[in-house]
């Protein structure tokens, strides 16, 4: 059952601790293992990623497995239905149209005293992206970290998927990579797949930036790699949080909260609303619609762990939580969402009004899905083309304006003990020597 609150102490207490969830002594355990896996990864290479596969998904693979071959990526256009295929390349556009727009742009600026600043973008040269499996294939987790590496101009982008059963792989996983214009694809998971990325194997080529979800052990790999390599960010379980008045339906608030316990027992799926009838209709409907769940018994743990109703006096009051919380996705389901969204700060993806439910966002609306969880979202944003994208700073003195500034450049120098770094600024600047040195 749904719990529902009215107490405001309570629920500020209860959202810290869904929000703190994945911090908990097991943590320190598995980042153990995961080094040791890292470590046997960069030494024994291909070898230690069919033995983690062989131990941890009980599929025995040959190197020459590792790799899916061409044929293999031409006969998963066979399994999929023109539908799926259809709806794959609808989302491919919106995606791409969405980031495009999101491509910083190179600038320089001339000054009139001889200074010339700027900032120029570039691409990184290689990408890795993760995609789970395990409870369910993801070919939409595909899209939204490989258009925008390609958006960016990437030159090479690799891809790592946990295999199926054998070494079957998802069909609509391969054809949302091909769509997405990913051709090198690995038959591997886990954090074994994470240290094959950031650091290479006979198979797999090193990458400069890891992006993609995955269960704790990915996470805790991406975070011992950074450093060796970029990452997008340290994702969490998912995680919902509805605003809601009375004017929503709480059948539809329902299935937006189990749309996100479905995804995992860990998964968090809160509401806040003004309304105590809401509230009310609300737990009696996630309880109706999970009577014939598909994914009954781990969307329930998901419900009883970490679902919460929160009654409130205002929106006001509902803003203030959901920004103490920062939610990875915020659904506002209320009479005017676009006057509520100016009492917003921190949320990763914010989907407006009643007919605006989270999976739009999933799917194909163009917005990245891979979003900032556990409350990053107070301090980091989605995935976007920037992730994949870093910056130079430009700089230009003429020698009339290194003149200028000389003086207050040897006064800093000289309080931070650092006399080569003046001398590099005043030998410049010094008149010709007779004898035509210096």
């Given at each position: 059952m749904l719990r529902i609150t009215h107490q405001l102490p309570e629920a500020k207490t209860e959202l810290q601790r869904i929000c703190a969830r994945i911090h908990d002594d097991q943590v320190v355990h598995k980042e153990a293992t995961v080094r040791e896996i890292i470590h046997a990864v960069r030494r024994q290479r291909d070898q230690a990623l069919l033995q983690y596969t062989a131990d941890f998904d009980q599929v025995t693979l040959t190197v020459s497995d590792l790799r899916i071959s061409g044929a293999e990526l031409d006969a998963a256009y066979q399994q999929v239905s023109t539908g799926l295929l259809d709806?794959?390349?609808?989302?491919?556009?919106?995606?791409?149209?969405?980031?495009?727009?999101?491509?910083?742009?190179?600038?320089?600026?001339?000054?009139?005293?001889?200074?010339?600043?700027?900032?120029?973008?570039?691409?990184?040269?290689?990408?890795?992206?993760?995609?789970?499996?395990?409870?369910?294939?993801?070919?939409?987790?595909?899209?939204?970290?490989?258009?925008?590496?390609?958006?960016?101009?990437?030159?090479?982008?690799?891809?790592?998927?946990?295999?199926?059963?054998?070494?079957?792989?998802?069909?609509?996983?391969?054809?949302?990579?091909?769509?997405?214009?990913?051709?090198?694809?690995?038959?591997?998971?886990?954090?074994?797949?994470?240290?094959?990325?950031?650091?290479?194997?006979?198979?797999?080529?090193?990458?400069?930036?890891?992006?993609?979800?995955?269960?704790?052990?990915?996470?805790?790999?991406?975070?011992?790699?950074?450093?060796?390599?970029?990452?997008?960010?340290?994702a969490g379980p998912s995680e919902v949080l509805v605003i809601a008045d009375h004017t929503a339906n709480p059948v539809h608030v329902a299935a937006d909260l189990l749309a996100q316990a479905e995804h995992d027992p860990m998964a968090a799926a809160i509401l806040i609303t003004t309304s105590d009838s809401l509230a009310e209709a609300v737990a009696l409907d996630v309880e109706r619609q999970l009577a014939t769940h598909p994914r009954q018994t781990l969307t329930e743990k998901s419900i009883a762990n970490y679902g919460l109703a929160v009654v409130v006096d205002s929106l006001a009051t509902a803003a203030e939580l959901s920004n103490g919380f920062a939610p990875e996705h915020l659904q506002l389901e209320v009479s005017d969402p676009w006057d509520l969204l100016e009492q917003i700060r921190h949320a990763g993806a914010i989907f407006l009004g009643h007919s605006t439910p989270e999976a739009v966002g999933d799917y194909l609306a163009g917005p990245n899905h891979t979003l900032p969880t556990s409350g990053a979202a107070r301090y980091a944003s989605p995935l976007a083309t920037e992730t994949f994208m870093k910056h130079s700073s430009l700089l230009q003195y003429s020698p009339q304006e290194l003149g200028q500034v000389a003086d207050a450049i040897a006064a800093l120098t000289e309080t931070e003990g650092l006399p080569s770094h003046g001398d590099s600024v005043s030998l410049r600047i010094q008149p010709p020597h007779p004898d035509g040195q210096g």
């Amino acid at each position: 059952m749904l719990r529902i609150t009215h107490q405001l102490p309570e629920a500020k207490t209860e959202l810290q601790r869904i929000c703190a969830r994945i911090h908990d002594d097991q943590v320190v355990h598995k980042e153990a293992t995961v080094r040791e896996i890292i470590h046997a990864v960069r030494r024994q290479r291909d070898q230690a990623l069919l033995q983690y596969t062989a131990d941890f998904d009980q599929v025995t693979l040959t190197v020459s497995d590792l790799r899916i071959s061409g044929a293999e990526l031409d006969a998963a256009y066979q399994q999929v239905s023109t539908g799926l295929l259809d709806a794959i390349r609808l989302a491919c556009a919106n995606i791409e149209a969405f980031h495009r727009k999101r491509v910083p742009k190179s600038w320089v600026s001339f000054e009139d005293n001889g200074v010339v600043l700027g900032k120029r973008y570039t691409p990184v040269d290689r990408a890795g992206i993760y995609v789970p499996g395990g409870r369910a294939a993801y070919p939409s987790t595909v899209l939204m970290n490989a258009i925008p590496a390609r958006v960016a101009g990437v030159g090479k982008i690799v891809m790592v998927t946990p295999p199926g059963g054998g070494t079957a792989m998802n069909p609509a996983v391969l054809v949302a990579a091909q769509e997405a214009g990913i051709s090198e694809i690995y038959r591997v998971g886990g954090a074994q797949a994470i240290a094959a990325l950031a650091y290479g194997t006979e198979t797999i080529p090193a990458v400069d930036v890891i992006t993609g979800p995955g269960n704790i052990y990915v996470t805790l790999a991406k975070k011992l790699v950074f450093g060796a390599v970029g990452i997008d960010s340290l994702a969490g379980p998912s995680e919902v949080l509805v605003i809601a008045d009375h004017t929503a339906n709480p059948v539809h608030v329902a299935a937006d909260l189990l749309a996100q316990a479905e995804h995992d027992p860990m998964a968090a799926a809160i509401l806040i609303t003004t309304s105590d009838s809401l509230a009310e209709a609300v737990a009696l409907d996630v309880e109706r619609q999970l009577a014939t769940h598909p994914r009954q018994t781990l969307t329930e743990k998901s419900i009883a762990n970490y679902g919460l109703a929160v009654v409130v006096d205002s929106l006001a009051t509902a803003a203030e939580l959901s920004n103490g919380f920062a939610p990875e996705h915020l659904q506002l389901e209320v009479s005017d969402p676009w006057d509520l969204l100016e009492q917003i700060r921190h949320a990763g993806a914010i989907f407006l009004g009643h007919s605006t439910p989270e999976a739009v966002g999933d799917y194909l609306a163009g917005p990245n899905h891979t979003l900032p969880t556990s409350g990053a979202a107070r301090y980091a944003s989605p995935l976007a083309t920037e992730t994949f994208m870093k910056h130079s700073s430009l700089l230009q003195y003429s020698p009339q304006e290194l003149g200028q500034v000389a003086d207050a450049i040897a006064a800093l120098t000289e309080t931070e003990g650092l006399p080569s770094h003046g001398d590099s600024v005043s030998l410049r600047i010094q008149p010709p020597h007779p004898d035509g040195q210096g």
